[in-house]
């Protein structure tokens, strides 16, 4: 089992930036492929960017472009750089692994709004 922190988050107008981190309990990242998880509310988490054990990331079509996903392995930590925000990027948002998911953690709540 794997314990992941995530921070960062907060409120920002629309077209701001935030620099989320997930920090993990031990080294992971070149073991499995990671996320970054978003829940709005009342509806489903959904992944909005990945990056694979060899470093190739993706993105799902609502953040391309905006969001960038990066690792630094010496400090097991994980960053989500999200910039040019929009009001429905408003959700909690966690990281996790890909698949076969840890405990997810409590999030860290990103809100958007003028």
């Known amino acids: 089992q794997v314990q992941l922190v995530e921070s960062g988050g907060g409120l920002v107008q629309p077209g701001g930036s935030l620099r989320l981190s997930c920090a993990a309990s031990?080294?992971?990242?070149?073991?499995?492929?990671m996320g970054w998880f978003r829940q709005a509310p009342g509806k489903q988490r959904e992944l909005v960017a990945g990056?694979?054990?060899?470093?190739?990331?993706n993105y799902a079509d609502s953040v391309k472009d905006r969001f960038i996903i990066s690792r630094d392995s010496a400090r097991n930590t994980m960053y989500l750089q999200m910039n040019s925000l929009k009001p429905d990027d408003t959700a909690v948002y966690y990281c996790?692994?890909?698949?076969?998911?840890?405990?997810w953690g409590q999030g860290t709540q990103v809100t958007v709004s003028s």
């Open positions: 996790n692994r890909q698949s076969r998911f840890w405990d």
């Open positions: 031990r080294s992971i990242f070149f073991g499995y492929d």
């Open positions: 990056i694979t054990t060899g470093g190739i990331t």
